[in-house]
Nanobody, 124 residues
Framework: QLVESGGGLVQAGGSLRLSCAAPGLTFTMYTMGWFRQTPGKEREFVAA????????SYADSVKGRFTISRDNAKNTVFLQMNSLKPDDTAVYYC???????????????????WGQGTQVTVSS
């Protein structure tokens, strides 16, 4: 089970930090990712981090503004979002997939566990 938190309403240029707790997982065996979705659009990759944090990937649209990190001791992955824009408004989903390598997957089909989502709204 994945549980996201930290969403909310923020003005453009502001920051939010999303958290995703995964208490039931052997966390160090999982690649973790963040995706987002707006109504009428397909789910979009945002960021991913490998088991050891040695491999990290970002969507071009968030590079330089968002930072993904994880705390393996707390079974939690984070998404620090800075310089937010109205286009970042979406429901953000945490995802997990068990891996035997240190990859950071960018396709949603590579993940098999999902959180319920947390709404992020950026006002202009």
């Amino acid at each position: 089970q994945l549980v996201e938190s930290g969403g909310g309403l923020v003005q453009a240029g502001g920051s939010l930090r999303l958290s995703c707790a995964a208490p039931g997982l052997t966390f160090t065996m999982y690649t973790m990712g963040w995706f987002r979705q707006t109504p009428g659009k397909e789910r979009e990759f945002v960021a991913a981090i490998s088991r050891s944090s040695g491999t990290i990937s970002y969507a071009d649209s968030v590079k330089g503004r968002f930072t993904i990190s994880r705390d393996n001791a707390k079974n939690t992955v984070f998404l620090q979002m800075n310089s937010l824009k109205p286009d970042d408004t979406a429901v953000y989903y945490c995802a997990a997939t068990r891996t035997w390598n240190d990859s950071a997957y960018t396709r949603d089909v590579d993940y098999n566990a999902w959180g319920q989502g947390t709404q992020v709204t950026v006002s202009s």
